[in-house]
């Protein structure tokens, strides 16, 4: 695995990695807030054909914008992040495609759980991401058309675009063959 803009402090132990955000990262591009910024730390591997990735996530969100999570990413134009991001001073899953413009959706989480499982799955050009939180059933968040090519970076990211110092922990990684299409749901 390696790096796309490498935080400066980040540690994997035992299949734990623990990373701390720089001052003002992010990944978006264009849509609403007129700039783009590719410059959050996105910890990952090439990937070919579909997959499905899932990760337990958690963090020390404090302020707006605070974001750990999945990340799949063709190129600097073409990508899709998801992960727990406070927004209006609440904990959301948003999940990001990038299309050469940034979209976004937020699912409130309640109860401010302490680490939600993430999942990501790739079926040609759909990509879907699904949640989990406190050992619940999956929940389908986002099925959506990225057209990527056959090797893709895949990984976890996270990023702070307010600030610096957010701690996010990331366990379990796991990417391996596509789940079935009949667990969309």
Not at 75 to 96: F, M, P, Q, Y
Not at 106 to 132: D, E, I, K, N, Q
Request: net charge negative; charged share 20%; with cysteine.
């Amino acid at each position: 695995m390696s790096w796309l803009n490498e935080p400066g402090e980040w540690s994997v132990d035992d299949g734990v990695l623990r990373a701390v955000t720089e001052l003002r990262t992010d990944f978006w591009r264009e849509t609403f807030y007129g700039w783009t910024t590719d410059n959050g730390h996105f910890y990952h591997r090439p990937t070919t054909g579909d997959f499905t990735a899932e990760v337990l996530v958690s963090a020390k969100h404090t302020t707006r914008f605070d974001q750990a999570g999945m990340m799949v990413r063709a190129d600097a134009r073409n990508w899709l992040k998801t992960g727990l991001e406070i927004t209006s001073g609440t904990l959301h899953v948003s999940t990001v495609y990038t299309r050469d413009y940034s979209d976004v959706s937020m699912v409130a989480l309640a109860g401010s759980p302490a680490s939600v499982a993430l999942r990501v799955s790739r079926f040609g050009s759909a990509v879907t991401v699904h949640c989990r939180a406190d050992d619940g059933p999956w929940q389908l968040l986002r099925l959506g058309h990225l057209d990527l090519p056959a090797t893709v970076g895949v990984g976890v990211m996270c990023c702070s675009p307010e600030r610096a110092g957010l701690e996010a922990t990331f366990r379990d990684l796991r990417i391996g063959p596509p789940m079935s299409r009949d667990n969309l749901e």
